[in-house]
């Protein structure tokens, strides 16, 4: 599975969107962009997923760039409750292989 | 209506003991796997069965033994615990590689080892 960068930490203002880069150049062509937060002392939550064109659901917005290289979450008014640990996770989804978890960026939705 | 609940939600015990977690998930998921979250929050990956096959079997000690009785159930058994051991374990579930719907996981299991 290709490896992501994300920044450490990020704030964002309650009520504004929090957006969220992660860069994956090393993406190849079956590879999908997972993210997935942790709020604290939870489990995972699956957020989003996509392989080319940009997603959308209730929680949030997929940003991926034409060349797949990088990628964007974004969640277009963010609340305290936002407040977690977002990983992005490129892989091919397999029932042998893995999900991995790096480090994530810690977001901090201040009021 | 829980979907992937795991037991007990605490666990505290002495070096040495044995102990078993339990999960369970209601999401008819063909795959099951087991993480674990050390007190620096990275989550690795330990195990994971795929309709009660072993598929991953991650480097750790042999002391932890994973048994999946069907399907819907994946049991972490933990003998001669040790210091190290104290963590937070997550099961989770997932269809299809997770490919859909991503993976969903349980509440996780908070094991001090005292």
């Known amino acids: 599975d290709a490896k992501t960068t994300q920044p450490p930490s990020m704030d964002c203002a309650e009520g504004r969107a929090a957006n969220l880069p992660c860069n994956h150049s090393t993406i190849s062509g079956n590879e999908y962009v997972y993210w997935y937060r942790q709020i604290h002392s939870q489990g995972p939550q699956y957020i989003i997923h996509?392989?080319?064109n940009n997603e959308t659901n209730e929680m949030a917005s997929l940003i991926i760039t034409e060349d797949r290289k990088s990628s964007t979450l974004i969640l277009p008014h963010a609340t305290l409750r936002d407040t977690a640990v977002y990983y992005c996770?490129?892989?091919?989804?397999?029932?042998?292989?893995?999900?991995?978890f790096g480090q994530g960026t810690t977001l901090q939705v201040k009021p | 209506d829980t979907a992937v609940s795991q037991t007990p939600k605490y666990l505290v015990t002495q070096m040495g003991n044995d102990k078993s977690i339990k999960c369970e998930q209601n999401l008819g998921h063909d795959t099951m796997y087991w993480y674990k979250q050390d007190s620096k929050k990275f989550l690795k990956i330990m195990f994971s069965?795929?309709?009660?096959?072993?598929?991953i079997n991650e480097t750790v000690p042999n002391r932890f033994s994973p048994k999946s009785p069907d399907k819907a159930h994946l049991n972490l058994h933990i003998n001669s615990l040790e210091l190290g051991d104290s963590a937070v374990y997550f099961c989770a579930s997932s269809q299809n590689g997770g490919g859909n719907y991503g993976y969903t996981f349980g509440s996780g299991t908070r094991l001090t080892v005292v």
């Open positions: 069965y795929n309709n009660k096959e072993l598929i």
């Open positions: 996509g392989l080319k």
């Open positions: 996770i490129v892989r091919v989804p397999s029932n042998t292989g893995k999900l991995i």
